[in-house]
């Protein structure tokens, strides 16, 4: 095996895993020094060099010259006699450098060499990666789907390196080819069976925030600050801001005009409902900011047990629980209250109960009703019947039915 060929061999191996020169040419040299001391008990009177743009090694070995019967360190001292054979000048005391050749090595240390140069290489690409990811957490990467699977995803980075994205931390309606690019947050990174796992999410409430830095200059300068932010993947999130800057409106800023700001948000999380709100101390407010689009007519607040009573129209109950019950979940989490919802005691006092039409009505078409908030004959009546219809994904011939019943109630 020629010196040559050994290291070309790995100057490929070196292009192809995007290791700097310098890196290599230490990798090789370690590698190497460790045969050498194996093979000779010492590696100090030796000079490696490495020259990884023309894929050539040398090994040189230098000793002393010493009178012939004296060599107490084969190692470090050569007779005489054959020094001259080298270079006929030599004189006793003068340090004769000679090449070693890796042909001189064996074989089998060859093989060995070839071995531990393949493991320090693999063993420096994966620090590497865990280094470099370990300090990107909680960055947006953009990567290229390559395979995916059942509960998870492989993404592949600019450099190829491989990126998982597990089924819970894809947003439910997201939908993946082979080849598109996909952009997330890294999560997090950990070390299995040796290896660097590096976890992307685009459902982290993170994930949110680094797209308004993106999208909103003034959050990125630090001018509005989100303080807080609560996610439904797919479906709402809500987002409390503040700014400390009086003549910016932080809600009117991260919306941008006629939506522009938030639009390229709402359409990179599928189409998730965004309310932005500004953050205040005053519990009350906050929490009927963060009920928003329903309109509140008093809260009760109980500061011990972190409850709030929210008192409104019926027909605001079912904007407050929203869609799967997800506005009123959000506004929990952002605001730390446990928040129960009530019609408002001033409400008509003639108004009946759906369950007292349970003769005329279906009880699970009574239920749907009740699911978007509307438990009483006249909370169904103030709603559109359009509206009802999208809500309550009731075929648009069941509600007219259960509106001329309850009408009837009425007349």
Known sequence: MENLKLVESFSEFKEFKNIDRATMMRILEEVFRHMLIKKYGSDDNFDIIVNIDKGDLEIW?????????????????????????????FEIGEEVSEEVKITDFGRREILTIRQNLVSKVQEYEKDNVYKKYKDKIGEIITGEVYQIWKKEMLVLDDEGIELIMPK?????????????????????????NNNPSIILSRTSPVFLERLFEQEVPEVYDGLITIKMIVREPGERAKVAVESYDDRIDPVGACVGMKGSRIHGI?????????DVINFTTNSTLYITRALSPAKITRIELDEANKRASVYMKPDQVSLAIGKGGHNIKLAGKLTGYEIDVYHDSDMDTDDVDLGEFVDEIDEWIIEQFR????????????????????????????????IKILKAEFE
């Open 61 to 89: 070995r230098n000793r002393m010259v010493v009178e012939d019967g004296a060599v107490e360190d084969d190692n470090r001292e050569i007779e005489y006699s054959e020094a001259i054979k080298i270079e006929p000048d």
């Open 168 to 192: 819970q931390e894809q947003i439910p309606s997201d939908f993946f080819r082979k080849g598109d690019a996909v952009r997330s947050i890294v999560l997090k990174v950990d070390i299995k």
């Open 266 to 274: 709402v359409r990179e999380l599928r189409n998730e409902n965004i």
């Open 371 to 402: 699911k978007i908030g509307c438990d009483t004959a006249k909370s169904v009546l103030e709603i559109p019947m359009d509206e009802l219809v999208k809500r309550t994904d009731l075929e648009e011939e069941t509600v007219k039915e259960v």
